[in-house]
């Protein structure tokens, strides 16, 4: 995946100089003037734009020397909100901050989306975009947001970069949840499918122990708004359209119900409707790996695709004998 992956190919790239990647430590976009955040506002838009983080020269700010001068994460930001930080970062992660540097960077943008740079070794800003950098020196720009130079555009948006899932306080998610829901950015079916799955989970979650035929599993979710953004940051970011377990495109709008788009829980035994056992799939799909296992689902992909499947079984194993039972079904 690469930055152009992120933004539209005319889209704005900003820049920003930062201690460090973005992580949950720090995950949002801080700074000490709010007339940062109102310039932002003006000029960035999510869904077209990015903002890259460039690591600082100093060893104090940027103690990793491996940061130090390099390109180190990609941002969408929520530049309609100028919030108070002490409200987005973890409630260690601030105290620390004011005992080292005073209430330096009292307000911030939320993170939509992000992901990091790949590396060590990062890629040197000064090699990248030495026009870009050099403006960072400059009296004017010193704690604030500049623009890439337009000749430089195209080496950033080149560069590989690995998604990332940050973990955000409840009421921040829930904003950028609620906003994610009505981007106009994202189609309109899409944002569709994923209020429908996510209402969904939080049916299957409310009925978690009651008695009905059989007594309902114990499940877990984040809240509507939350979950929602989740949803969306699968489909869009990590899976990039595509079912997690063919491997085929999602479809957001199908009157065929094999095709149409499910929230398949990774382990099953795991209850939990969180990003690491949530995943997007075909309906079909997720029916089928659930009644047969990975592996026989697998095979069967591989036949499909018209790849031969693991030869010569032993047929006394149990993958034999629900391969033969599956034939004998046909």
Known sequence: MLISDMMQPAGRVFL???????????????FT?????????????????????VGTTSPTSTENPDHRSCLLSAV????????????IVPVDSWNNSIEHHGDRWPHALAAIRAADIVGPPYPEARRVMPKSYRTFS???NRGNVIEAHPDERAAIMALEIKPLTLTLREG????????????????????????????????????????????????????FAEMNALILRLWLDVQRGKCALCRGPLVASTGNP??????????????SYDAANVQITHLACNLAKNQYGQ???DDWVLAVRGVQPEANLDPSTPR???????TNST
């Open 295 to 297: 592996e026989q689902f």
């Open 76 to 87: 969408v930001i929520e530049p309609n909100q100028i919030l108070e930080t002490k409200k």
């Open 172 to 223: 921040v998610a829930a904003y950028i949840g609620l906003r994610e829901s009505t981007n106009p950015a994202i189609d309109k079916t899409i944002r569709q499918e994923a209020s429908r799955m996510t209402q969904l989970i939080c049916e299957r979650v409310s009925r978690g122990g009651e008695q009905n035929v059989r007594i309902n599993p114990q499940r877990f979710a984040p809240p």
């Open 258 to 271: 094999m095709l149409k788009a499910s929230a398949d829980r990774v382990d099953s035994a795991n209850g």
């Open 138 to 140: 400059e009296i004017a």
């Open 320 to 326: 034999a004998r629900g391969d033969q039972d599956l």
């Open 16 to 30: 920003k100089s930062e201690w460090g990647p973005i992580n949950d430590y720090w995950p949002c976009v801080s």
């Open 33 to 53: 003037k709010p007339s940062v955040g109102a310039w932002l506002r003006r000029k960035f838009l999510p869904g077209r734009d990015v903002l890259i983080y």
